[in-house]
């Protein structure tokens, strides 16, 4: 297997932006969208997911599995043992997305607990038994706002976006996860882009059943599919996380805006002293200074701001980061 790579050209950026905000995507369809031959895209695109500078996944929708229990933790730690303890958490299989935050001293972490003896068991014995622990805070997940899911970096037009993912899509209609649905959504953790025949023999299914069903698991938001890229490869230098305070009344309209701005890839309201957390990725440190000012700040009900740079993200959509990008 060949090397992570440290670098992509304007094509591959744009194969890639394709490609997270439309997961399953066929070379074919990739093709249509940016106006290049099928030939080019699969030349380009395929050896990415090979050298796993691509990563194809999933992630359950902690809303619609009633076990679940999603949380935001900051954690304050020693800032000589920030990296071992991130590292740990990351290997957590319940750990989806684990970023060291602003000085060095504090970690971000989003779980979805499995049920309330998990919670227990992290808040009041694991926390407190680890002695390079100084203190953390714990914010509930209220909800996550799908605006998010087709973010592209900013890498293609409207028009190429609308062709993926319509700006208004609202559920196609209410579903339920099944029993039987897990095996199925457990390959597409794995691997999100396996083939409907592979789908297939993993769930016992018809590949016709398996594409049915996972076409409905999709549009009723039940699991997103996912494409991890290291963002520095498309030219983000500037991440940082947004604890942001909206009254109760615009706290949904608020969400919503900032959830559909290109340079917003995630957006949840949460419980706590602030009750929107929102991870924006920029250019350049100018660039997120001009998002503060310019869309944070025309926001006529935002009543405080907190704004925490990332230093590192050690995992995202549940997958770790390669050791050469790593911590």
Not at 129 to 134: G, H, I
Not at 168 to 183: G, I, K, N, Q, W
Not at 232 to 252: D, F, H, Q
Request: proline share 7%; aromatic share 6%; hydrophobic share 45%.
């Amino acid at each position: 297997m060949q090397k992570v790579r440290h670098d992509l050209d304007a094509t591959d950026r744009r194969i890639t932006a394709v490609l997270m905000a439309s997961p399953r995507a066929s070379w074919r369809r990739v093709a249509e969208v940016l106006g290049v031959s099928e030939r080019t895209v699969v030349r380009r695109g395929a050896p990415l997911f090979h050298d796993r500078t691509l990563r194809a996944t999933a992630v359950r929708n902690p809303a619609l599995f009633p076990h679940l229990i999603p949380m935001v933790l900051r954690i304050r730690c020693r800032p000589n043992r920030i990296a071992t303890i991130a590292a740990t958490l990351s290997r957590r299989p319940d750990t989806i997305w684990v970023d060291i935050l602003g000085g060095g001293d504090e970690i971000c972490v989003v779980l979805f607990l499995n049920g309330r003896e998990a919670r227990d068991k992290l808040l009041l014995r694991d926390l407190p038994a680890t002695a390079a622990v100084q203190s953390w805070t714990s914010y509930d997940l209220l909800k996550v706002f799908p605006g998010g899911f087709a973010w592209s970096a900013g890498l293609l037009t409207p028009e190429e976006s609308g062709q993926l993912w319509p700006s208004a899509r609202p559920p196609s209609e209410t579903c339920s996860p099944l029993p039987d649905d897990e095996v199925l959504i457990d390959a597409l953790v794995e691997d999100s882009r396996m083939t409907y025949g592979e789908l297939a023999q993993r769930t016992g299914r018809t590949p016709r059943a398996v594409r049915r069903r996972l076409d409905t698991l999709v549009e009723a938001y039940v699991v997103r599919l996912a494409t991890e890229v290291e963002l520095s490869l498309l030219g983000v230098r500037a991440e940082a996380l947004l604890w942001i305070t909206a009254g109760p009344g615009a706290l949904e309209e608020t969400g919503r805006i900032l959830s559909r701005h290109p340079q917003v890839r995630f957006t949840s309201a949460t419980t706590g002293s602030s009750n929107l957390l929102v991870a924006v990725a920029a250019t350049d440190p100018g660039a997120l200074y001009t998002f503060l000012t310019g869309t944070v700040g025309a926001l006529p009900d935002v009543s405080g701001l907190e704004v925490t740079p990332i230093l590192a993200g050690v995992k995202r959509t549940g997958l770790v980061r390669p050791a050469s990008i790593s911590v």
